[in-house]
């Protein structure tokens, strides 16, 4: 794909940016940015970088616009009856354990079943718990956290220092649509 001036031009309308904002993300003259939509000018390759990367900024999701809100939380002295309750009704595989506004474990479906016996349903959630999922700020790209969805069941998303959604491997794959 040729990226020509009347393409960047289009990608900066896109971005509701007008030549002289452009100009000063990139560190250009407004000036160059107009030379460079009219085809007047051969800009370095490094400039055209620095304007997509500008310009395509905007576009890349974030885990924001993709977690789920309103996050289910168990406790550790919670009893495995209650929590799986919780789960199957709310139709998750996995909750975070907080101890006070801690994160300090995760109890999953798959930990459940691992420790099936007679008396699962009154054993406390902190005897089978695994280790927290891994927590990302909201504004990191979705690009970020795919590795880190190969490796657990989901990825908290945080706002400062407050858990303000999840994101599982159904939510990524619903970004295919």
């Not at 998750?92 to 459940?112: F, H």
């Amino acid at each position: 794909m040729a990226v020509t001036g009347p393409f960047i031009r289009k990608l900066r309308l896109e971005a509701g940016l007008t030549q002289k904002r452009l100009a000063e993300l990139v560190g250009v003259s407004q000036a160059h940015i107009a030379k460079i939509e009219q085809e007047k000018v051969d800009p370095r390759l490094s400039t055209i970088n620095k304007i997509l990367e500008v310009l395509t900024e905007g576009r890349k999701r974030k885990c924001k616009d993709i977690m789920t809100e309103g996050v289910l939380f168990a406790r550790p002295n919670n009893n495995i009856l209650k929590v799986s309750e919780i789960m199957v009704r709310n139709a998750i595989s996995q909750m975070p354990v907080l101890n006070g506004n801690r994160v300090v474990g995760t109890i999953t479906e798959e930990s459940i079943i691992r420790n099936l016996s007679s008396n699962i349903a009154n054993e406390k959630v902190k005897k089978i718990m695994g280790p927290p999922l891994p927590t990302v700020s909201e504004e990191m790209p979705i690009d970020a956290v795919r590795p880190l969805l190969e490796r657990h069941q989901g990825i908290l998303v945080a706002k400062g220092k407050e858990i303000v959604g999840i994101i599982t491997r159904s939510d990524l794959l619903k970004t295919i649509s």
